[in-house]
């Protein structure tokens, strides 16, 4: 059997003291996300985490730097996820797009309020990934290489 790692890319997004989660459903519980998703076959880690921020915020996110690169391992699922954190700045708001069907909102909530709601958070990724953030790591961009 083949390990096959399900590889994500997340979007650290602050103004104002405050980040930008999404509310959405999985398994049929509502939980609070990164801007997050699966990387796509023949797409960059830089696309993907653009193109996820557009489709679950109606967002253009402009990645800055790499926060941290992380692997956590869901054992009562039988998954490993390893995820490339982004964090940046919105550069655009496109208005009229509708965001993806499992997305409920968006919210923009300051450190104590996402600490408040450590419960409804999707995974323990999402803190680890703002602490790390908060903590000033900051990773230039060309440590990733795209090679075809």
Not at 63 to 92: H, N
Not at 98 to 121: C, F, P, V
Not at 127 to 132: G, P, V
Request: glycine share 4%; net charge negative; hydrophobic share 35%.
């Amino acid at each position: 059997m083949t390990w096959k790692p399900h590889v994500t890319v997340a979007a650290i997004i602050e103004k104002n003291h405050k980040f930008l989660l999404v509310e959405e459903l999985v398994d049929g519980k509502k939980v609070l996300n990164q801007p997050a998703g699966h990387l796509e076959p023949d797409e960059s880690f830089l696309n993907a985490v653009i193109r996820e921020t557009e489709e679950e915020t109606a967002n253009i996110f402009q990645p800055e730097y790499l926060t941290g690169l992380y692997r956590w391992v869901l054992t009562e699922k039988d998954r490993t996820y390893i995820r490339l954190c982004f964090a940046g700045k919105i550069t655009a708001t496109l208005e009229n797009q509708a965001l993806d069907t499992d997305i409920i909102g968006n919210h923009w909530l300051s450190y104590e309020e996402i600490i408040e709601r450590n419960n409804q958070l999707r995974s323990p990724l999402v803190l680890t990934c703002i602490n790390d953030y908060r903590q000033g790591n900051r990773y230039p961009l060309d440590l990733l290489k795209d090679l075809e």
